[in-house]
T-cell receptor, first 116, second 112 residues
Framework: DQQVKQNSPSLSVQEGRISILNCDYT??????FLWYKKYPAEGPTFLIS?????DKNEDGRFTVFLNKSAKHLSLHIVPSQPGDSAVYFC???????????????FGKGTHLIIQP | DTGVSQNPRHKITKRGQNVTFRCDPI?????LYWYRQTLGQGPEFLTY????????KSRLLSDRFSAERPKGSFSTLEIQRTEQGDSAMYLC??????????FGPGTRLTVT
């Protein structure tokens, strides 16, 4: 039973445009959500996070939106740059299965490709 | 470099052998986590420590796996009697008081 789902395995966006990556979750116990970026053969790099008591958090070109009623979050990258090409993982903390109280539960990732 | 470090970066071993990985967290972080990632999947939580206490273990952590953090600083993850299914990237992360987790580069294990 996958508690964090990223339904788009890949996404192609033109340089300079907005990239929108989506994530859905099923466990209402999650209290904190994070986005990570990963290049091949490297560990995930933390990008941005949001607490379940907020609906938006912004950091430079990255904005995360949380819709608790829909159990949905999204990451907006604007403007998209070639260096943004990577796999993006959505993660959630606080579920009762998998990660337990503090371990993270991850989605399978979305491969973002920025086209020049 | 003050990030999370992991050693070795790559390990190839024969089935049945024991292997040990090391993780050095960011120095002021009191929590340390181990994850495993296989191809096409996101990282899966294995266990975590607060200081030297192991507070949580996933059901993925079989009896052949053991983790320690003896002085609340670095941690080791040992896999005994390795199996081909143990081949994966083993990731370590650290955080301060459960805030955002920062990952190391990982150790890629190949069991032949």
């Amino acid at each position: 039973d996958q508690q964090v789902k990223q339904n788009s395995p890949s996404l192609s966006v033109q340089e300079g445009r907005i990239s929108i990556l989506n994530c859905d979750y099923t466990n209402s116990m999650f209290d904190y959500f994070l986005w990570y970026k990963k290049y091949p053969a490297e560990g995930p790099t933390f990008l941005i996070s949001i607490s379940s008591i907020k609906d938006k958090n912004e950091d430079g070109r990255f904005t995360v939106f949380l819709n608790k009623s829909a159990k949905h979050l999204s990451l907006h990258i604007v403007p998209s740059q070639p260096g943004d090409s990577a796999v993006y993982f959505c993660a959630a903390r606080g579920g009762t299965q998998g990660g337990g109280a503090d371990g993270l539960t991850f989605g399978k990732g979305t491969h973002l490709i920025i086209q020049p | 470099d003050t990030g999370v470090s992991q050693n070795p970066r790559h390990k190839i071993t024969k089935r049945g052998q024991n292997v040990t990985f090391r993780c050095d967290p960011i120095s002021e972080h009191n929590r340390l986590y181990w994850y495993r990632q296989t191809l096409g999947q996101g990282p899966e939580f294995l266990t975590y420590f607060q200081n030297e206490a192991q507070l949580e273990k996933s059901r993925l952590l079989s009896d052949r796996f053991s983790a320690e953090r003896p002085k609340g600083s670095f941690s080791t993850l040992e896999i005994q009697r390795t199996e081909q299914g143990d081949s994966a990237m083993y990731l370590c992360a650290s955080s301060f008081a459960g805030r955002s987790q920062y990952f190391g580069p990982g150790t890629r294990l190949t069991v032949t």
